[in-house]
């Protein structure tokens, strides 16, 4: 999960993350009351979404589509240029590099202070899942594009690797430092922020945090002037008073989050075959072999390995709703989850739903036969397959598709 | 032979008086599983499925000696059954396999518990978040974990699958080619776990029974390229080898919660080509798997 760049700060800030004052506004008015509070000589005014690249990205305008500003961070030097900025970006679809061509809308903004700037530098704290461990990774090359640094000076990344037993050791916050070039004041100020932000991380069941730039103020002070912050999701039922409540639902997708909330993993994509599978693996490798013979999938969807009848409709229901959907595969390897049971849920959703595309039904594994008969049965137009390539040639030559 | 687990392997349910610890432990008894006992805090003393109960794994492994532990704990508690099981089984035997099925675990606690685990070398962690482990038998065998036990039999291929269904895809294709499994091992789909691929990879190499390997992998991560790597190096024997998630977008996590490619790495295509590289025989569609393992074999002249 997760969140917003002011409310990021607003931890970091309870931790003792050194952050700049800073107000979170959902209208213009209350950016040119933040202005006047802030009583700062220049603010940053910040397109608050879930996604990178903000300041690179374009606005536009939501109805006519015509482009309202470049960049949706802007610094602004008196109150008229936060009003111009505020109304640029409040309400109007950003989009950059993370978001795809369809943007999110701007509903939160965040008017910071500024602040002398030094030098800008690039800090990370991650789960390495090679190593196993939590990875610290710092660069003097701030501000810019982390994967671009990586590719063309990787020696100007430097790593830490905290021991799960022993936690962050001191001198490994002072050799992270030093390898920043930093030293004084600058190095202390540096070593206790860097231990208040694995706290944070730690403490948050964090899964990334990412702070791009970290900043030396001129008066040798250790700024996070931006913070992007991940949770893991698996450690929601401990943050149900914290982070949980932070969760911006708006940011999320309408159709993944009623799969969410009927235990279905699922992710929309652009093609035009939907698919219903059991298990994550076989989901994706579906969804890889429609393409294999010339399909476009439309989603990911993994119903899980004791699904009942129940979630199956709701599966059927989030898939059909996509109005890119031509038709559907299903794709079941019983396990413990019988071939019998899903085709009854099969054919329930289907009268409920009144399917009107082209359906594939591949089953496999435990009371195949059954499942199968109990398919055959039915009036409905549903088409049987005996291998997920059978059932993926099935289904694109039945909504015309393919070679 | 097998790897890691024999078919009279003796095995604890940890959790065994909940939900997922009765049903799963009923199906693994069926297959042949020798189901010696089970851990419950506070139900120690009672018998369910035919089996005693256990407070602590200390007295379970104690009393039963059992060489494995499987894990249905609910996630909040299962990291802690991890450590609890590798310690009893370091003070008791010194060694021990445990399988964690358990999905959903929090990624700080799995840090945590693979640290522990490996501070225990004799200790074995497969999981969490998989199918778990079975090693067919003549009649019967060891499943140990949620997978189907009737697609199997006992044979001369070794599997390893970040995946749960998809292993079972490869299981029905070498069967349809006539060929049973030495030992299945679901590695799992979290992004920390415990046994990674080169282990089991070297675990096969060294296993008379095992004559060929199929790997299935899947978007996320490095495991596979650093596997094939590996595999280029020190394995003889014939590996077939397929990754999901070709057509999975960039940065949306695909269902298990290490399928994610993140800053561009850990693309399907990135793990073929290191597949590819090391002399492996990719499928690229798991109908296939079967053929593919066919032609490696005959190659092999193992056919």
Redesign the interface.
Known sequence: MNIHEYQGKQLFREAGVPVLDGVHCTNVEQALAAYDELNSEVVAVKSQIHAGGRGKGTLYDVKSGSIVMEGGVKIAFNRDEVEKYATNIIGHRLVTK?TGIEGKIVNNLYIESGCSIAHEYYLAIL?D??E???LIMASTEGGVD??EVAESSPEAIHKIWV???AGLLGFQKRNLGMNLGLSGSALKSFSKMLGNLYNVF?DN?C?MIEINPLVRSTDDEIIALDAKVGF?S??D??HQKSWVQMRDISEEDDAEIRAGEADL?Y?N?DGNIGCL?????????T??????YGGE?AN?L?VG?GANEEQVKTAFSIILEDPNVEGVLVNI????MRCDIIARGVIAATEALSLEVPLVVRL???NVNEGKAILAASELNIHPAD????GAKKIVALIGGGE | MSIWIQENSKVLIQGITGKQGMF?GE?MIEYGTNIVGGVTPGKGGNEVLGVPVFNSMIDAIKQTNADASVIYVP??FAGEAIMEAADAFDIVNGEGVIVCITE?????????A??YVNDRPGVRLIGPNC?GIITPGDSGGCKIG???G??HAKGRIGIV?????????AV?QAMSIDEGQSTCIGIG?D??NGTGFIECLAAFESDAQTEAIIM?G??????EE?AAAWAKKNVTKPIVG?V??????P?????????IIA??KGT?AEKFSAFEAAGIACA?????IGAVLLESLKAAGLR
């Open positions: 993370q789960i899942r090679e196993k461990s939590v982390i994967e021991d799960p037993a730690n069941d899964s893991d698996n450690a039922f401990r993993s992710v994509l599978v059991n298990g994550a693996g076989l989901a994706m490798a969804m890889d072999v429609i393409k294999l999938p990911f993994d390995g390897f019983g396990g413990i496999a594994g435990t291998s997920l390539a059978d | 799963h199906k996630p909040p959903g675990i929090p990624t700080l606690d799995m840090v945590r693979v640290s199918p949620i997978m189907p009737h697609i699958s970040k995946s749960g269904t998809l292993t079972y895809e029905a789909g992004p920390v299935i899947e978007i996320g991560g490095t495991a650093d397929f999901a998630g070709s057509t999975a977008p940065g949306k996590r695909m269902g298990h919660a290490g399928a800053g561009g399907a690229h569609d798991p109908s296939e």
